[in-house]
């Protein structure tokens, strides 16, 4: 359960290993998660613990890891990526919001950094703490079949109330034309600024609008190197590719037609809606709390003071305002797009998105004064939306496990998936039909493909997929390395393994 108190309860495990004379590890997901977690660690423990992540300057990297191996760095928190420092006396792993997708790292060596830490745990033979108020289908098997022994936290800290939660049909709303917050959410930000409180509104999408199209023309803006439109920027004056970092400004005219004033925004992003909240009241004070603003522990941290001082009123943001977060007077939330996350071919869709829309809901009301939510959809009816209106998480995770169970899919089943690509078309081709006539023919397996990924070019490569099922019995990757023992591949043709994946894209 949100603000149950889950962080005290580990910090009591982490001062046990300390007076043991052992080293710590706590993994975050995400950098700007941190900066609450420092504060309070500094509280408890009076001390700093050692950092470990991309925004460490070099130098200071060095002496960090320096530090871990001589045994000098007691407690480690860190990125996904401190799994591998070298402890001298390694006692005690934490893994915070262990549901967290971001744990699964997809570019380069593909793996799990949750399953990593259970491992690293067993074979140094210590305690591993999987922490979250809305536990991962796996982790919930994983307890349910014995293998990991449940803790349970029923109540939020100090007695507080869970928010009440109720969704916003928009079926039925009536909008003005580019506004995307429905009345019924817009009434309640007026009553909650009234009563001197705070809001926080969630859309997890970047930028002012995810497409820019051509009124005259109908030309849409698309990334040169990949299959992804450009998302404007507006207050940057940029539109940008979210995948490979290409930008370009905002042009005056329509490159196609070459009109101008025929450029238009589809869609809202974080940035529109701080548009719109200015609109709607004037007089508010608002902040924007995205990664590409707050990308350092120190400026969430810089947000995060700014919030519980009260120097603003409306917060908006993406997923990193869904967790870690403790606002005293945070008292509503607003979800704009509750379905942006149901979309696509990911076969946990529904559990993520139960769990970042819990996670933003939790937000609201951790302190004396009771909280709500809002959730704007179209889709009311729903399983997750339900799920999230009636609070009956435990329901909604047994009907999404039966689903996986049905289908024979993680954690019921394993998968693998292989990712061939090329800067040639016909290279990534060629490869892709070599592979797919080696494919293992064995009982209990299916390979699905060769396919183009959704996201058929990325940075330049052409990508083809192949997606391998099989029984939970089965050694998927021996029979992924026979496979691959078949084919010979170009070395202008790149081949990434993904066992068990998290994006299908």
Known sequence: MTGSGKTEVYFAAIAAALAAGRQVLVLLPEIALGAQWLEHFRRRFGVTPTEWHSEIPRSRRRDNWRAVAAGRARVVVGARSALFLPFAELGLIVVDEEHDPSYKQEDGVAYQARDMAVLRAFLGEIPVVLVSATPSLETVVNAARGRYRRVTLPHRHAKAALPAVALVDMRRERLEPARFLSPPLVAAMAETLAAGEQTLLFL???????????????????????????????????????????????????????KAGTLAPCGPGVER????????????????????????????????????????????????????????????????????????????????????????????????????????????????????????????????????????LPPYGRLAALNVSAVDPEAADFAASALARAAPQLPGVSVLGPAPAPLAVLRGRHRRRFLVKAGRAVQIQAVVREWLARVRLSGAVRLQIDIDPYSFL
């Open 273 to 408: 809606l701080v548009e719109e909240v200015k609109a709607r009241f004037p007089s508010v004070r608002s902040a924007l709390m995205v990664s590409d603003v707050i990308n350092t522990p120190r400026a969430a941290a810089e947000l995060a003071a700014a919030m519980t001082a009260g120097r603003y009123d409306v917060l908006i943001g993406t997923q990193i305002v869904a967790k870690g977060h403790h606002f005293p007077m945070l008292t509503l939330v607003g979800v704009v797009d509750a379905d942006l996350g149901l979309v696509g071919g990911d076969l946990r869709a529904a559990e993520r998105t139960y769990q970042i829309l819990h996670q933003v809901g939790g937000r609201a009301g951790r302190a004396e004064r009771k909280g709500r939510v809002l959730i704007q959809t179209f889709m009311p009816e729903q399983p997750v939306m339900q799920a999230l209106a009636s609070g009956e998480r435990d329901r909604f995770l047994a009907a999404e496990a039966q689903a996986r169970r049905d289908a024979g």
């Open 204 to 258: 997890n999408r970047r930028g002012y609008a995810p497409l820019t199209l051509c009124r005259a023309c109908g030309h849409r803006f698309q990334c040169p190197n990949c299959s992804a439109w450009l998302v404007e920027h507006r207050f940057v004056g940029r539109l940008m590719c979210h995948h490979c970092g290409h930008f370009e400004p905002v042009p005056p005219l329509c490159p196609e037609c070459m």
